[in-house]
């Protein structure tokens, strides 16, 4: 195993691009599911009565609420309730709704609320369902991490058993950290605890690692993540996502 889950036995990934992609590890391996579809986080639902419908048919996915796509529909969406907002008139991608949101704009900022919000639901769901080690996000849509992380740690804290133990952030480019035999993702400084809501157990420990492959788009098809072996996904994810 390398990458940045090396030290790992169950892991979540999941990229945020013009999708929602994933990949599982459960004890080491790659989880393929009986059929060999296992891993479609991005269609797991989080909004079953009032979600949009998503392209695979379903209402109200994961992927219509966290992916590149889903920001510029929503923040679309809203443009008529706020006719102030710097983005009227402007062509609409994640990463000027990202510069919007930045600047204060309010209705991006009210977008990437959504994004956390149900990005949380999600991972509270996994989380509770597989308990993992470590959950690494990428992909594109993922660089406005520090404008949707409190969302999304919020409605975590909320809803899963889990405790986030702490959240990192790769903030170093173009840097390899060699560990043993496996090349590592290197790491920021970045941490947020969490504590467990006053329950007499012994909860999960988790981390949470964004991986930042600055405004790049890898989407699950590119990934190839159930075509490829558990050590071929995890190279995957620690040398290109740089």
């Known amino acids: ?125 996994l989380m509770n369902l597989l308990g993992p080690e470590v959950i690494v996000i990428g992909g594109g849509a993922a660089n406005a991490w520090d404008l949707f992380e409190g969302h999304m740690l919020e409605q975590i804290r909320s809803r899963a058993v889990s405790v986030i133990v702490s959240t990192r952030k790769d903030q170093t480019r173009g840097v390899r950290r060699r560990c043993g035999s496996a090349w590592r993702c290197p790491v920021g400084v970045h941490k947020s605890s969490i504590k467990f809501f006053g329950a007499d157990v012994v909860p999960l420990p988790l981390q949470i690692q964004f991986v930042s492959p600055h405004f790049e788009f890898y989407t699950a098809k590119r990934l190839r993540l159930k075509a490829q072996g558990c050590r071929a996904l995890a190279a995957t994810l620690g040398e290109e996502f740089f």
């Not at 579809?37 to 909004?47: L, M, P, Q, R």
């Not at 949101?101 to 919000?117: N, P, S």
Request: net charge neutral; charged share 20%.
């Open 1 to 125: 195993m390398v990458g940045c889950g090396a030290w790992a036995r169950n892991i979540i990934c999941i990229t945020l691009g013009t999708g929602v992609g994933g990949g599982i590890i459960l004890d080491g391996k790659l989880w393929r599911g009986t059929d060999g579809s296992a891993g479609e986080i991005g269609h797991t639902t989080v909004d079953p009565f009032g979600g949009p419908k998503c392209k695979c048919g379903n209402f109200g996915c994961l992927e219509m609420y966290a992916s590149a796509t889903a920001m510029v529909r929503m923040t679309r969406e809203g443009l008529d309730r706020f006719p102030n907002s710097i983005l009227q008139g402007q062509s609409l991608t994640a990463k000027t709704i990202y510069d919007a949101g930045k600047a204060g704009d309010e209705l991006a900022l009210e977008t990437f609320k959504k994004v956390g919000d149900y990005l949380g639901v999600g991972l509270a769901n």
